[in-house]
């Protein structure tokens, strides 16, 4: 947790294919940001992230996204997922992320859901979709109630909004198809991507660095 903080950013990749995630974990690593978060929503999602740890585990940290039951909590952990990000709260997630020494970050929205993350254990949150409610000035609000919790923003962060964010409060920020073209990398195009990746980390490490 400490060190997604410290990278400010979390790269969501979904792909149409395993060998199109793989492309974009490849771009994202010569972009210079060290983390991934694989989402069950990939094919073979489990068999992926087995692949990216194999091949990045020991340059970046791998972690898998869109976890919504326990058992694709098992078998996340199992396959060297480093840390857990789900959509909404599943206590059964936390628990076994917990049992098996893994961090997991739960998704909420309102400050209901915040609550009864918190009180399931969270004290790092995903807030999804944040742009969809306001965006960095919904982080602002967020964060005058709750100023003991982190919160990531992910769904509507983009490269022109990612320092509001960190202005705002923001622990660190999720971004996914504006980070990461997939039509580029379908047409072979997979210097756009790491592009892109290079200029993003960079306003993030200016943005946290001015926090």
């Not at 690593?29 to 992926?48: F, H, L, R, W």
């Not at 929205?109 to 004290?123: H, S, Y």
């Not at 919904?138 to 960190?166: H, M, Q, R, S, W």
């Amino acid at each position: 947790m400490k060190r997604i903080g410290e990278i400010g950013i979390v790269p969501v990749v979904r792909a149409s294919s395993s060998q199109q995630a793989l492309d974009a974990v490849e771009a994202i690593e010569a972009g210079g940001i060290p983390v991934v978060e694989i989402t069950m929503t990939v094919p073979n999602a489990i068999s992926t992230i087995r692949q990216v740890v194999a091949g990045y585990g020991d340059r970046i940290l791998v972690g898998a996204g869109t976890v919504c039951n326990a058992q694709q909590a098992r078998e996340s952990i199992d396959a060297g997922a480093r840390f857990l990000v789900s959509p909404g709260l599943s206590v059964a997630v936390l628990e076994v992320a917990r049992t098996l020494g893994v961090p997991a970050i739960p998704g909420a929205l309102t400050p209901t859901e915040i609550m009864a993350a918190a009180e399931a254990g969270a004290k790092v949150i995903k807030i999804f979709p944040c742009g969809s409610v306001g965006g960095a000035k919904y982080i602002k609000a967020l964060c005058g109630p709750f100023p003991e919790l982190d919160f990531i923003p992910t769904g509507g962060v983009n490269p022109g909004n990612v320092a509001e964010f960190f202005a705002a409060g923001a622990f660190a920020v999720g971004m996914g198809s504006d980070l990461i073209d997939a039509a580029a990398l379908r047409e072979g195009h997979k210097h756009e991507v790491v592009k892109t990746c290079r200029a993003v980390g960079e306003s993030v490490r200016t943005a946290k660095s001015s926090k």
